[in-house]
């Protein structure tokens, strides 16, 4: 069966620091990735999405990068955090047409 | 791009009661529609998703119905119970019926109330 991992859980980070979130999911290939933002209030904002090794699109702007290695790996990027940057992150998959399933989330703090 | 409007935003019913959230999207060509729930603090979790070519879908309590002419689909939880309260969001799939990238709405905070 499919399994997505998430890491950390949980982040505190100061402001101008770097950072780095992990993604990678097991028992698929060829997997469509995704990292959305949930910040105050309950919307799930789209940042990127991958449908392939090396193949990032981006749906907004802003102080992040994404990544993809490898097939199954995904990784969400700052060079420079900003307060604005704090939220609950979350990276799903999917994979035909099928829905997303969802990571545990990584809950960061920019203090 | 694909557009989903979600209501109501806040929902409060009595345990035992009906619940219907209802969302509309602007795509056409729009065929998968998957609903989500969303305990406080945890992941997202689908609970149930209909296609284009299949006008309700129904699993024990929950049920979901569409209608492709307006555009809109809705979901309806039977006999609420307290652990029916999270907040539960709608997608689509993306503009051109890309099926790969979804549209949420905003999201509705479910409370039942025991």
């Known amino acids: 069966s499919q399994t997505i991992h998430q890491w950390p859980a949980t982040l505190v980070q100061p402001v101008g620091s770097p950072l780095s979130l992990e993604c990678t999911v097991e028992?698929?290939?060829?997997?469509?990735l995704y990292w959305y933002r949930q910040a105050a209030g309950r919307g799930l904002q789209l940042l990127f999405y991958?449908?392939?090794?090396?193949?990032i699109s981006s749906e907004v702007p802003q102080n992040l990068s994404a990544s993809r290695p490898q097939d199954r790996q995904f990784i969400l990027s700052s060079k420079k955090l900003l307060l604005s940057d704090s939220g609950f992150y979350l990276c799903?998959?999917?994979?035909?047409?099928?829905?997303?399933?969802f990571g545990s989330g990584t809950r960061l703090t920019v203090v | 791009g694909e557009n989903v409007e979600q209501h109501p935003s806040t929902l409060s019913v009595q345990e035992g009661d009906s619940a219907v959230i209802k969302c509309t999207y602007s795509?056409?060509?729009?065929?998968?529609f998957p609903w989500y729930k969303q305990e406080l603090g945890k992941r997202p979790q689908l609970i149930i998703d209909?296609?284009?070519?299949?006008g309700e879908k129904k699993d024990q309590r929950i049920a979901v119905t569409l209608n492709k002419t307006a555009k809109h689909f809705s979901l309806h939880i039977t006999e609420t119970q307290p652990e029916d309260s999270a907040v539960y969001f709608c997608?689509?799939?993306?503009?051109?019926?890309?099926?790969?990238?979804?549209?949420f709405g905003k999201g509705t905070l479910l409370t039942v109330n025991p």
């Open positions: 799903a998959w999917s994979q035909g047409g099928d829905g997303y399933t």
């Open positions: 028992g698929t290939s060829n997997p469509n």
């Open positions: 991958s449908v392939g090794i090396g193949q």
């Open positions: 795509d056409s060509a729009s065929n998968y």
């Open positions: 209909i296609r284009s070519n299949v």
């Open positions: 997608a689509a799939t993306g503009s051109g019926g890309s099926n790969y990238k979804l549209t």
